[in-house]
């Protein structure tokens, strides 16, 4: 199964180097969706706040109706009004 990595397909069509490493990507979307990839497990999931591991620290998404679209080993898509999105 070959999993869509959006900032991989990012480095390459801006022929960026590949080998730039950073412990976490982080996108927020007209406050409505949420990607992330480096994300190691959630610790807290509501309909008001999504939180998950990353490696150095964690990231906290809040607002209203949120939910996980998507979730992999790596990777996790938030939906839902997004009002604040902090990395601590």
Do not use: A, H
């Not at 801006?14 to 406050?31: A, F, H, K, R």
């Not at 992330?36 to 809040?62: N, P």
């Not at 679209?69 to 996790?76: D, M, V």
């Amino acid at each position: 199964m070959n999993i869509f990595n959006f900032f991989s397909e990012l480095k390459t069509k801006c022929n960026l180097p590949q080998n730039v490493s950073t412990p976490y990507n982080l996108v927020n979307i007209g406050g409505q969706v949420v990607y992330i990839e480096g994300q190691r497990g959630l610790l807290e999931l509501s309909d008001t706040t999504i939180s998950c591991k990353l490696k150095t620290g964690f990231v906290e998404i809040k607002g209203s109706g949120l939910f996980v679209r998507e979730l992999t080993q790596n990777t996790i898509l938030v939906e839902g009004k997004i009002y604040k999105t902090e990395v601590f």
